[in-house]
Structure formats: structure tokens, C-alpha cells
């Protein structure tokens, strides 16, 4: 069932172990075999929570408001605007971003693991990855939502995209109101990575 949705990298929900263990049984391994080296992994992992986070993703999406030609390019083609940016990193070969208007809510997931775009938005939150989020989201993306602290009035349309190791999806959340004429900066304050998964809307610009 993996090989239908495309995943090329190894799934631990079907294991009785945690994720967590095995992860570091294995570091443990291949340190002591000499194959890897402790210092270069935590260095990674800091990459990820300190300097590839959500901000990358919150700056293109700041970027999209104030440019509505770099908008449409965004939407026609992910990929080419993400090159062209020099945004660079883990899981992003293929990207799609959809966009909220005020008819259509998207909201991403992956419903048989945790495929996630790092490069955009850092390290996937726990919530992601749980087996009840993957599988309720789907079913009743209203409830989940509303659970989440999200409520949409009855006539928007939800759409949910299940993410592959082919392709991993961004939310281009709506620009909130009062925000007219504030640089690029000050709008990627207001983009949550909650609003870019699709469980948030972004942030109210009066809670500054
Ligand atoms: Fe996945």
C-alpha cells in the first residue's frame, strides 16, 4: 500500500517501536561503526529547528501578497519560483501551492506518513505525523478544523491535498485585512506555519 502513494523512504507506523527508539538505536549504530558522526547530525538537526523553518515559506507567502504576478507564478509553478529564489533543501523537488480565497480552504496532509515540505517549513510538528490527524483530516476536515481552533462558515469549500514523496503542498493563507501598504517583513510575521499547513488562518495583524 506504501508503493501506491510513492513513498521512497522507510515508514515506522506499522512498528510496534516508536520512531524516536529506533531513530536512535540507529545513531547509535552507525556511530560506532564509524559511519556517521554525532557532532555533524545534531549540527543537521539544528539546521532544521534553527535556520530552515517556517520563516522561508512565511516570506514567500509575504512576497505573494505584496506581488500578484509573482502570485500567479507561485500557482502555475511552484517550482520554478522556489529555484529561482535560491531557496534550497531536504524535500522540495516538487512543490504545489494552493491558494485560500475567501470560497476555498486547503488544508495539507499525508495519510500514510509525514510527507512535509522541510525546506519551506523546517521540521513537520507532532500533530502532523499522528495517525489521528492523517486519518480524521480526511474524513471530517470541518471537525478537525474547528478542534484545531479554525471555523469556516458553512458554504467554504475544504479542499484537502495528500502529500507524496512526489509532491508536498504549501497554503498560500489570504492576506488578512488592514495590512495594506506594510513591507514584505512585517507581513511574514503574520504567516504562521499552522496557516501555511492549512489549520490556521494567518495571523490577525491587530494581535501584533
Ligand atoms: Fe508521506
Redesign the pocket.
Known sequence: MHDD?G?GHPHHDLDASSPEIRVEALEDLLVEKGLADRARIDATIQRYEHDIGPMIGAELVAHAWTDPALASRLLADADDVVAELGIRGAEIQHIEVKANTPGVHNVVV?T????YPWALLGLPPNWYKSPEYRARVVREPRAVLAEMGLELEPDTEVHIWD???ETRFLVLPERPAGTDGWPVERLAELVTRDSMIGVARAADPAGE
Open positions: 502513494h513513498h499525508c500514510l506518513c509525514s510527507c502529500s507524496s514523496s
